[in-house]
T-cell receptor
């Protein structure tokens, strides 16, 4: 079975500072990894994904993440955050993309960008 | 892009009544839809996998008689919370993937969520 761990429940950071949101996973099989963002009272929006290929993945809104197989990590980074980045961020894993595989979500990290 | 729509976005009901939440894929067909429940400041908990034309697959601990799921067509799945009680108050989110799988996108498309408040 797969599992996802997001070690930080909350991350406060000042505007224009860099940020890293951590995600570690465990799985006995190859997985696909995702980061989603959720704004208050809304559904989830895909930030970026790793399916295969380059381990450095670039997503929307200036976010990027690096897949590290040896450390089973998929940390999310942004070099300079904005107030509008304040939201809940979820890391997710699935073992297949057929459409029938379950997605397992981490517990989420609340990013709060301070002025 | 693929759009998933949920309705209603907010619903308030009295204890003991039943509430239906709809999840529609607007520009694609989905044989599989997922229903999640999210408590305040917590992650998404998968409740069930909705399969078009067959019974839903429920996760352990989810009461299938309490949370009725019907996937009537390739673009519509409904979640009915029967005899709702205050502890059923939550944010319910559905998601869907196109027929044929996620292909190169690998993306799961989410509805906007439905907030249920049971008085």
């Amino acid at each position: 079975a797969q599992s996802v761990t997001q070690l930080d429940s909350q991350v406060p950071v000042f505007e224009e500072a860099p940020v890293e949101l951590r995600c570690n996973y465990s799985s006995s099989v190859s997985v696909y990894l995702f980061w989603y963002v959720q704004y208050p009272n809304q559904g989830l929006q895909l930030l970026l994904k790793y399916l295969s290929g380059s381990t450095l993945v670039k997503g929307i809104n200036g976010f990027e993440a690096e897949f590290n197989k040896s450390q089973t990590s998929f940390h999310l980074r942004k070099p300079s955050v904005h107030i509008s980045d304040t939201a809940e961020y979820f890391c997710a894993v699935t073992k297949g993309t057929s459409g029938t595989y379950k997605y397992i979500f981490g517990t989420g990290t609340r990013l709060k960008v301070l002025a | 892009g693929a759009v998933v729509s949920q309705h209603p976005s907010r619903v308030i009901c009295k204890s003991g009544t039943s509430v239906k939440i709809e999840c529609r894929s607007l520009d694609f067909q989905a044989t599989t839809m997922f229903w999640y429940r999210q408590f305040p400041k917590q992650s998404l908990m998968l409740m069930a996998t909705s399969n078009e034309g067959s019974k839903a697959t429920y996760e352990q601990g989810v009461e299938k008689d309490k949370f009725l799921i019907n996937h009537a067509s390739l673009t519509l799945s409904t979640l009915t919370v029967t005899s709702a009680h205050p502890e059923d108050s939550s944010f319910y989110i559905c998601s869907a993937t196109p027929i044929g799988g996620l292909g190169d996108t690998g993306e799961l498309f989410f509805g906007e969520g439905s907030r249920l408040t049971v008085l």
